[in-house]
């Protein structure tokens, strides 16, 4: 079982910068494929990006790329979400998932965190 928990999250301005992070705990870390998904009011949960256990490269929806950078730092059990340029548009609360197996479907993912809330004001 892991255990994550996100943070970073708030209100902020549209073309304003957040980078949220992501803690785990309770399994070797560098062994698991993390990745963020986000969902707003009244749509279905929406994935992000993903990172890869092993080479640590990312990846991306094809509606994120651009603005939303992933990283990770296994010395900290960490993973990060930067998004630029922020829009009202991206106004969700964002999860921090891990699994496996890297995979751009929530089903895949067997550790959520509690989510943080990202809003965005025009």
């Known amino acids: 079982q892991v255990q994550l928990v996100e943070s970073g999250g708030g209100l902020v301005q549209a073309g304003d910068s957040l980078r949220l992070s992501c803690a785990a705990s309770g399994r070797t870390f560098s062994s698991l494929a993390m990745a963020w998904f986000r969902q707003a009011p009244g749509k279905e949960r929406e994935f992000v990006g993903g990172?890869?256990?092993?080479?640590?490269?990312?990846y991306y929806g094809d509606s994120m790329k651009g603005r939303f950078t992933i990283s990770r730092d296994n010395a900290k059990n960490s993973v990060y979400l930067q998004i630029d340029s922020l829009e009202p548009e991206d106004t969700a609360v964002y999860y921090c998932?891990?699994?496996?197996?890297?995979?751009?479907?929530?089903?895949?993912?067997?550790?959520w965190g509690q989510g943080t809330q990202v809003t965005v004001s025009s």
């Open positions: 998932a891990a699994g496996l197996v890297s995979s751009n479907l929530a089903r895949n993912y067997a550790n």
């Open positions: 990172i890869r256990w092993n080479i640590g490269s990312a």
